[in-house]
C-alpha cells in the first residue's frame, strides 16, 4: 500500500508542477449552531444528529474526535482526480520525503499542525486545552492555539471573546472559586470570572494550552498544534445544558473518580490566565515582512510561538510576487483568483482554493499571480521548524 501510495503522490506531484492540489473537508460540531458563512448550499450546514458544519479543517491529517460522524471527519484528501481517494495523512505516511522534504521528514512524521475555519453561529463554551502532561495522561498532544480574524465578512452576533481569569482569582487561594460552577454544572455565570476582548478582522490572539477561552462568532481562521481534545467549562451555552462528560472527555476514569472537578483546575495556567497585560502579551496584529515586492504585501500573521507560523500575502490585479520558503508550506486562497506555482486557485471556490507546497517547489523561487480584477488574498501556513526566525514568543 505505502508504494502504491508514494507511486500516486509522486505522479500527483509531477501533474501539478510540485504543488498538491486538496479536497475541503467539512466538520460538524453539535454544540453551537452554524454560521453560515462557508459558502455551502443553506440547507447543507444542518447534518442532524451529528449537529451542524461548523469547521472547515484545512490540509488536515487529525481526525476529529466527534461521538457521531464518518469515521474519516476532519481528514483531508488529496484532490487527485478518479480513482483511489487518498488522505494526506496516508500521503505523509507513504511519501513524507517527496511532500516535506527528506531533512524535514526525518524528523517530523507530518506537518504537525492543523488549520481550520471555523464558522460558529453563537459563542463556543468556556473550554480549556490540556499542557503536555494531561494530554499525556490520555495520549495525546497538548493544544496550543492562534486565531486571525478574515476580513470583509460579518463578525457574527457576538464578536468577542473571553480569555482567562480576573487577576484575582488567579491568585493562591482563589483559584477554587472555578470549582463550584464545575460542579454544580447548571449555568454560564463562570463567564463572570473571565474578561472580553472585542475581535477585530485582519487580527488575531495567541492563546497556549493551559489558557481558558470562550470564543467569538466572528469568521476565524485557526491554526494549532493537530490536536483535537479540550475540556469544557461552562455548563450552559445558547440555552441548552451540555452533558457534564465534555468536561471530563479528556480525563482519565481514575483522575475523576479520585479528583472529581478539581482534577480539571490543574490544567489551568494560572500565571497565564491571570495576566494583567494578557491582551499586550497574546494580542497579534498583522507584522509586514522587509523587502515586500511592487504590488505585494506579505505579513506574518501567527508568529509568537515555535509550534506553528503563518503569513498573509496579498498580490494586486496584474502582479506577481516571487515566492521562497524555507520549507513545505499549505495556502488557503481568501479572496481573488490567480496562479500559484503555475497551479490555478481562486477564493471562495472550495474546489481550488487550498493547496500543498511541496518541498522542493517551496524553497525554490516560485510565482505567486493575480490574474484577476481583485486582489488575491492567500494565507500561507507552516508547521514546527520551518519559520525559526519568526517573531519570538511574549
Known sequence: M?????????????????????????????????GHRLGLPEDAYDVGERGWITERWL???????????????GLSYL??????????????????????????A??????ERLAKVLDYGERIPFHIHPRAEHAALVGRKPKEESYYFLPGVDTGPHPETFFGVHPSVAEEGNRELLLPYLIDWNSDLILRHSRAYLLVPDEGFHVPAGILHAPGTALTFELQEDSDTASIFQ???????????MLFKDVRPEDRQ?????????????????????????HLDPLLIAGTQPGCEEHWIFYNSSKFSGKKLVVQPGRSFSSVEAGVYCVFVWRGAGTIAGHAVKGGDPACDELLVGHDVATRPHTVTNTGTDDLFVIKYFGPGINPEVPPES
Do not use: C
Open 2 to 34: 505505502t508504494a502504491s501510495i508514494g507511486h500516486a503522490v509522486e505522479q500527483a506531484l509531477s501533474e501539478h508542477n510540485g504543488v498538491l492540489p486538496l479536497e475541503p473537508a467539512w466538520v460538524a460540531r453539535d454544540v453551537v449552531p452554524a
Open 59 to 73: 490540509a488536515s491529517t487529525t481526525q476529529a474526535d466527534n461521538h457521531v460522524g464518518p469515521p474519516d471527519e
Open 79 to 104: 484532490a487527485l482526480g478518479g480513482g483511489a481517494r487518498v488522505t494526506l495523512r496516508d500521503a505523509l505516511a507513504g511519501a513524507g520525503p517527496l511532500i516535506m522534504g527528506a531533512a524535514y
Open 106 to 111: 526525518a524528523e517530523h512524521t507530518s506537518l
Open 235 to 245: 455548563a450552559i451555552i445558547a440555552r441548552k445544558l451540555l452533558p457534564k462528560d
Open 258 to 282: 479520585r479528583y472529581g472537578e478539581r482534577f480539571l483546575l490543574s490544567w489551568v495556567d494560572w500565571p497565564l490566565n491571570g495576566d494583567t497585560a494578557f491582551y499586550e502579551h497574546r
